[in-house]
């Protein structure tokens, strides 16, 4: 079966320091990798997407990156945290099936900027 | 208008209540709908997932799936305390791009 895994749990960073969030994904290969920002109120919003290693499409320009260096590892990234970089950060991995997919969460990493 | 409308709740039932959970769009090129459930502090996990119209059973669960309303539905018979968490309808167009279209998801309380 599949797992994903996301560190850390929680965060918590002073605005202007740099960022590493991780993902990985277990038990699948070319997986479809996602990384979603959820603020309260605001509902889940797609940041990054990856179909494959080193192909990243940005879908909301921010202050935030992304890398993929292997094919189940997705990096979220940044070099100054704003204050409004703070919220929920969730990675998903996807098995494109034709034009179908489904996506799957992982548990999520808590990040609070102070 | 935003293109998934969700009622954010909270919405309480008792124990062994049939709960309905509803979502409307106003893009109709969405062929593909999902509802995922979300406990406080975790991820989201899918509980369905339906292509077009009609109706979809699993054990408990039924997605309903209305196109010419631009409506879907989430049905829970037997709701138990456990099902308390936060509901997410998910849809996209399924041939153009990866991006899902969220709602904010509706709060359920089942109490005993």
């Known amino acids: 079966s599949q797992t994903i895994h996301q560190w850390p749990a929680t965060l918590v960073q002073p605005v202007g320091s740099p960022l590493s969030l991780e993902c990985t994904v277990e038990?699948?290969?070319?997986?479809?990798l996602y990384w979603y920002r959820q603020a309260a109120g605001r509902g889940l919003q797609l940041l990054f997407y990856s179909v494959g290693i080193g192909q990243i499409s940005s879908e909301v320009p921010q202050n935030l990156s992304a890398s993929r260096p292997q094919d189940r590892q997705f990096i979220l990234s940044s070099k100054k945290l704003l204050l409004s970089d703070s919220g929920f950060y969730l990675c998903?991995?996807?098995?494109?099936?034709?034009?179908?997919?489904?996506?799957?969460f992982g548990p999520g990493t808590r990040l609070l900027v102070l | 208008q935003k293109e998934v409308e969700q009622d954010p709740g909270p919405l309480s039932v008792p124990e062994g209540a049939i709960v309905s959970l509803n979502c409307t769009y106003s893009?109709?090129?969405?062929?593909?709908f999902m509802w995922y459930r979300q406990y406080s502090r975790k991820g989201p996990e899918l509980l369905m997932y339906t292509y077009s119209s009609g109706n979809k059973e699993d054990g408990r669960f039924t997605a309903q799936v209305d196109k010419s309303s631009k409506y879907i539905s989430l049905f829970i018979r037997d709701s138990q305390p456990s099902d308390s968490a936060t509901y997410l309808c998910?849809?996209?167009?399924?041939?153009?791009?990866?991006?899902?279209?969220f709602g904010k998801g509706t709060s359920l309380l089942v109490t005993p």
């Open positions: 998903a991995w996807g098995k494109p099936r034709g034009k179908q997919e489904t996506q799957y």
């Open positions: 893009n109709s090129a969405f062929q593909y």
């Open positions: 038990g699948t290969s070319n997986p479809n």
């Open positions: 998910a849809m996209r167009v399924t041939n153009s791009g990866y991006a899902l279209n």
